[in-house]
């Protein structure tokens, strides 16, 4: 079944740690690949997107993530984090022909100082 | 990046009341917006898609006639939830599509059912 897959429910990570989010995707063809960032009772902001090109997309607030076609994956990071990336993440798709997107179960990040 | 807003961005109903949810484009005109409703600690689920001047198109299991949804012109999309029971509180999200593939979501709507 198509699907997108994101398998850490939870990370905790130390303030100045380096971060990496999982996202795995399950389609026939590359998606159109995202990640959004949700703070408490707030809507989704977006950090990034792959379409095709480079795959190394830069985000804002300094997050990165990396397109990897063999292994399906469009994993999320950052060298540094700070208390304010606390939020949960959302990795998301849109499959090819499609306009509609399918989110990921999301990862809650917990930043400790 | 384009901006969609929302209002309210809390409402309270007693059950049985209807609540119409306004879902607007600020900077874009959106031909296509999108529903989504998510429950605590759970991901985003889409509801419907919303077009501008045609009927909404209902995903699976989402009752149409209890999620009004009126997309009546290229900014603005309406929810209404009818006949609200405590089983309908949720948030709910809006999203614009200016162009191809790229969402903006707005920030919100709380409903809470008593």
């Known amino acids: 079944a198509q699907s997108v897959t994101q398998p850490d429910i939870h990370i905790t990570v130390s303030e100045g740690a380096s971060l990496e989010l999982r996202c795995n995707y399950s389609y026939g063809a590359t998606p159109y690949l995202f990640w959004y960032v949700q703070s408490p009772g707030q809507g989704l902001q977006l950090l990034l997107k792959y379409f095709s090109g480079d795959t190394l997309v830069q985000g804002i607030k300094g997050f990165e993530a990396e397109f990897k076609r063999s292994q399906s994956s469009f994993n999320l990071r950052k060298p540094s984090v700070h208390w304010s990336d606390a939020a949960e993440y959302f990795c998301?798709?849109?499959?090819?022909?499609?306009?509609?997107?399918?989110f990921g179960t999301g990862t809650r990040l917990t930043i400790i100082p | 990046g384009a901006v969609v807003s929302q209002h309210p961005s809390r409402v309270i109903c007693k059950s049985g009341t209807s609540v119409k949810i306004e879902c607007r484009s600020l900077d874009f005109q959106a031909t296509t917006m999108f529903w989504y409703r998510q429950f605590p600690k759970q991901s985003l689920m889409l509801m419907a898609t919303?077009?501008?001047?045609?009927?909404?198109?209902?995903e699976q299991g989402v009752e149409k006639d209890k999620f009004l949804i009126n997309h009546a012109s290229l900014t603005l999309s309406t929810l209404t939830v009818t006949s609200a029971h405590p089983e309908d509180s949720s948030f709910y999200i809006c999203?614009?599509?200016?162009?191809?593939?790229?969402?903006?979501f707005g920030p919100g709507t709380r409903l809470t059912v008593l």
């Open positions: 998301a798709v849109v499959p090819p022909g499609n306009e509609k997107l399918t």
């Open positions: 999203s614009g599509l200016p162009s191809y593939n790229e969402q903006f």
């Open positions: 919303s077009n501008e001047g045609s009927k909404a198109t209902y």
